[in-house]
């Protein structure tokens, strides 16, 4: 039984970067169920490499920071298809390449091209698209699991800005189409991308500890909810941010953890 439903639907995939990302597994997910992809990357230089992770399946080159490619991008995506079911938002930006530092102490270029990327570009790729999306149509975006004063330097508040502006899109969207969006809270993964943000290794660590199983969120688990919520499965989901952190929202006060600090602590 083919339960997602997906099988010879057509989706277009933004933001693969190699094997460990959520767009990838999300993506493969999608093949094995007998649907059709079309990618894009942000730079001409890594279409070689999508192109090797999806031998047969169309890669294209839309810079999201560039106005004009993405008005040109209903264009580049017609002239492999003429309908769409779905897109997968799987952009995510910062400029960490000066280390750490106070979130008041933010560039303002630095915090607009993250805003940019992460953000808005999933509106202006929905409004480009839009002519070829299906009727009901799934947008999904990928954003995590607390965006409040988190650890994730100043792409926080941008994350938190995505959530925000995915009921704001399905809204305007419903007025003309049955078309949703939602996102997916993604708790903290082992991804080639979060690997350049200042400290995630031991956030990432800690994470771990606080999850319910005591084991780390995996990728597939993740591109198991993108999948889900791209089906019509999810039919019922609309403007929503789909939590996936295995239970780490809800144990805060993980007694193990608090105990441990406490000894240490009281060592000191």
Known sequence: MDFLGVKDKVY??????NKKSVAYVTARTLLEAGARCLFSVQ???????????FPGSPVLVCDVEDEAQ?????RSVARHTDRLDGIVHSLAFANFSDGPKPFHETRRADYLQAAQIS????????????????????IVTISISNTRATSYGYLGPIKAM???????????????????????????????????????VENYLYAEELTLRKRA???R??????????SPRSSGINATTLLVDAGISCNTFDQKIVKSFAQHSLKD
Do not use: H, W
Request: hydrophobic share 50%; net charge negative; proline share 5%.
């Open 119 to 138: 953000c808005f570009s999933l509106v202006e790729m929905a409004k480009s698209l839009l002519p070829l999306l299906a009727p009901d149509a799934s």
């Open 217 to 219: 969120l995996e990728t």
């Open 162 to 200: 995505l959530d925000a502006t995915v009921p704001f899109l399905a809204k305007s969207l419903s007025e003309s189409s049955k078309i949703r969006v939602n996102a997916v809270g993604a708790g903290p993964l082992k991804t080639s991308a979060s690997a350049g943000i200042p400290d995630y």
């Open 12 to 17: 277009y995939v933004a933001g693969v970067a």
């Open 70 to 74: 993405l008005g040109e991008l209903r």
């Open 43 to 53: 730079r001409a230089e890594q279409v070689e490499s999508v192109t090797k992770l």
């Open 221 to 230: 688990e993740v591109a198991n909810a993108v999948c889900f919520l791209l």
